[in-house]
């Protein structure tokens, strides 16, 4: 550019006043070009720049929530609040189902019923929590106790405490799921389903009996898995016939229609049901379900894609961002996990930003939760900090210890206690230790 120049003054100075003044002015037009094109140049970089960086992110930017706002409502008593006394400190409060929810207590566990009072009670180092915590279903609840060393017992409950049915010598049992239960009995160790009554049914199933993978499964769009006897995943219908051969590796509920499978090739992919390949097995990292027509998918180098009940890519993401992002719920939000979390919409734009954040279904209700936090799970010691928002970023509450489930969710507020909340931060109930 300098040699240009010096090779442009050199010229002016040979000619005269007239042809210096055109020259010039040809320059300058030349000059401006090359400005214009400049920027132009730069604007293209930059606008390149940033299109890198969302196609990178894969997001557009969105409404963030704020952890200082104030909540919508406000815990707070009623002349309906009930006080629940017990003996001990009450450890954990359980979510409702069928209109019960349970209550570990230090001393003593229990059950109460949706107009917040105390129906059965429990020795609380009597009862085996294995893989989960006693829930009803369909007015039963399956409960195991240790009886004497490893000897366990397990029975059948109703909503009045009322024992439906015993068993001796268990080594396992499941929660109800769907009206079935599942139980393994030892001196001969056997397998098998129960309904709500007791009675064994699905006698002609081909069973794995190993503990290991052992569960009873919901039924989801109509079928449920189900492990045989050569320790391979099929599905069943509700009466127990299995519709889709136990031909598996590894198997998915049904979400939308689809299911993932893993083959002998260990390779995932999606089948109908009438175990059809929809989506061929084409996946060596395990997939996602399908939510809101999408399901998460992973490629060997750790790339994170959204596909399309027909297969086809809808998003595409990076190596650093697929551990975060999770999947979509049925109400249309995923949730990305990280330093900073947030929910996204199904055209991947970011709805609203928290910090720790887990979500359930019900009313599209978000749980956000303390910093330093498990995604997961609530820990007691970060409750005080804890909010509930809605996916768009609405606070509704403080001290929440979990989603809503029936209408109730559970709280632990420093002048309240613990207790459980409806969603406009009316007190159900709180809980307190007897005096003596």
Known sequence: MKKSLFVAFALISCMSSVQAQGFLGKLKQATDKIANATEQMSNTLSKGQQQLENAVSGLSQGQAGDPQAKPKYQLHKTAETKKIMHDGDVEELYP??????????????????????????????????SNMSPRFENGRVMVVL??????????????????????NDVI??????????????????????????GNVIFSKLPLYSGIGRFGVYPLRDGLARVLGKDNK?????????????????????????????MNEDEKWGFIDKTGKYVIDPIYSIEPGDFHSGL??????????????????????????????LGEFNDFGFAIW??????????????????????????????????SGADWWQVHPEFSK?????????????NDVLGPFSEGFASFDNEKLGRGYTNMQGEVMATFSDTQF
């Open 233 to 261: 995943w099929g599905y069943r219908d509700d009466k127990g016939n299995v519709v889709i051969a136990t031909k598996y590796e590894n198997a998915h509920d049904f979400h939308g229609g689809l299911a993932a499978v």
């Open 172 to 197: 396992e049992a499941t929660n109800f799921e769907n009206g079935v239960a599942a139980l393994i009995t030892s001196y001969p160790e056997k397998l098998f389903y129960v309904d709500t009554n």
């Open 295 to 324: 399901a998460r998918v992973k490629d060997k180098e750790g790339r994170l894609y959204f596909i399309d009940q027909t297969g086809a890519f809808k998003f595409k993401g990076n190596a650093d961002s697929s551990q975060a």
């Open 96 to 129: 409702f189902h069928d209109g019960m929810a349970f209550v570990k207590g230090a001393k003593k566990s229990f059950f109460i019923n949706n107009k917040f009072e105390k129906v059965f009670e429990f020795q609380a180092d009597n009862l085996y929590y």
């Open 146 to 167: 240790e009886v004497e060393g490893y000897k366990k017992k397990a029975a059948i409950y109703d909503k009045t405490g009322k024992m439906i049915k015993e068993w």
């Open 385 to 397: 900090q804890s909010q509930l928002f809605t996916l768009n970023g609405e606070v509704l509450l």
């Open 337 to 370: 996990v990280g330093a900073h979390s947030f929910t996204m919409d199904t055209s991947f734009k970011k709805v609203a930003q928290f910090h720790q954040l887990s979500y359930s279904s019900e009313d599209r209700q978000a749980y956000l939760q303390a």
